[in-house]
């Protein structure tokens, strides 16, 4: 099977279900930052310091698999089965998050990114998280977006951040705090 197709090649692309849509579209824009993010996850998850989570990033991998197919499906085709969202998935971040602010120093002032390449790279992949929260909200808007997947990157992008700092606690590594010049 060859992975060029070339039915691409005027710009349009086909949502699960069959509907072409230009590629330009926020919904293509959603799931392509969605895309992204899961990349920068991969990334996250091959950090040394985060052997130890690794199945739990691998998972929210798979959570984001799993939104990238509601995003890429077509709506108004509700008879197509694609996997979903539960709120166990949510709270199983919120419950990451808890566990290891239970051990992290309580956070005074705000946070620069930096410190360690892994710590970096999962300060980005926050930000792809917060900007593919902001085009599936802006979806959400004109189309059916389910709920659960609005919360879960918001709540994902809460967690890198939480994770970031865990890391770099982790790396014995100091976070660097924003000193405003107040000149």
Known sequence: MKIYTKTGDKGLTSLIGGTRVPKSSLRIDCYGTVDEL????GLVSDQEVNLARRPLLKE???RLFTIGASLAS???KSK???PDLHAADITLLEEEMDRMNEVLPELRV???PGGHPAVSYTHVARCVCRRAERLVIGLQEESFVAELV???LNRLSDFLFVLSRQMAHDLGVEEIAWK???E
Do not use: E
């Open 110 to 112: 705000f946070i620069l």
């Open 150 to 152: 609005v919360m879960y």
């Open 74 to 76: 077509d709506p108004d």
């Open 60 to 62: 929210i991998q798979d």
């Open 38 to 41: 899961n990349s920068y996850l």
């Open 180 to 182: 405003p010049r107040m």
């Open 80 to 82: 197509m089965k694609i």
